[in-house]
T-cell receptor, first 114, second 113 residues
Framework: AQSVTQLDSQVPVFEEAPVELRCNYS??????LFWYVQYPNQGLQLLLK??????LVKGINGFEAEFNKSQTSFHLRKPSVHISDTAEYFC????????????FGTGTQLKVEL | DGGITQSPKYLFRKEGQNVTLSCEQN?????MYWYRQDPGQGLRLIYY???????QKGDIAEGYSVSREKKESFPLTVTSAQKNPTAFYLC????????????FGPGTRLTVL
């Protein structure tokens, strides 16, 4: 079984400032890692995912994340945020074996202010 | 356009009534999922189906039922046995295999009056 911890429930940041949203996971097997974004009253949209290879993954809307196996982390970053980035962000993990379910963190609400 | 549709967007029901939430996908995905979302709790898996005419309970299946008679459709029934049904419900689908992206519908917000 896997678990995901998103320690920050809310992150306020000014427009054009950098941001990091933290994600740590726990698993006894190898995993795939995902970040999703959810705008108010909408479904989730994939930002990026780590499957293998380079530990730095680039996604949509200028976001990137770095997989750190030794620290079991997959933090999401953006060098300069925009008002339109205001949303809830979910980190998720899935074991690489067949039949494994996607396990989500509790989410981080990013609020970008002028 | 390929995607997942959920209807209705908003749903109100009285206590003691069953209600069915619709989920349809035209992505030709084998697997479909139902999640419940409550503030501060992330997404919790209710039921999932990896193939037509087969489905499995997720982490919070009590008070819910599903069917999978067609590959494209995975309706969720919230029964009167569900003690706290007010929530945002999300349907998702993917191709089998852990590396595949799970795609989500726009959600249905259910409110019990």
């Amino acid at each position: 079984a896997q678990s995901v911890t998103q320690l920050d429930s809310q992150v306020p940041v000014f427009e054009e400032a950098p941001v990091e949203l933290r994600c740590n996971y726990s698993s006894s097997v190898s995993v795939y890692l995902f970040w999703y974004v959810q705008y108010p009253n909408q479904g989730l949209q994939l930002l990026l995912k780590y499957l293998s290879g380079s530990t730095l993954v680039k996604g949509i809307n200028g976001f990137e994340a770095e997989f750190n196996k030794s620290q079991t982390s997959f933090h999401l970053r953006k060098p300069s945020v925009h008002i339109s980035d205001t949303a809830e962000y979910f980190c998720a993990v899935r074991g690489t074996g067949g039949g494994n379910k996607l396990t989500f963190g509790t989410g981080t609400q990013l609020k970008v202010e002028l | 356009d390929g995607g997942i549709t959920q209807s209705p967007k908003y749903l109100f029901r009285k206590e003691g009534q069953n209600v069915t939430l619709s989920c349809e996908q035209n992505l030709n995905h084998d697997a479909m999922y139902w999640y419940r979302q409550d503030p501060g709790q992330g997404l919790r898996l209710i039921y999932y189906s990896q193939i037509v005419n087969d489905f499995q309970k997720g982490d919070i299946a009590e008070g819910y039922s599903v069917s999978r008679e067609k590959k494209e459709s995975f309706p969720l029934t919230v029964t009167s046995a569900q003690k706290n049904p007010t929530a945002f419900y999300l349907c998702a689908s993917d191709n089998q295999g852990a590396r595949h992206t799970q795609y989500f519908g726009p959600g249905t917000r259910l409110t019990v009056l």
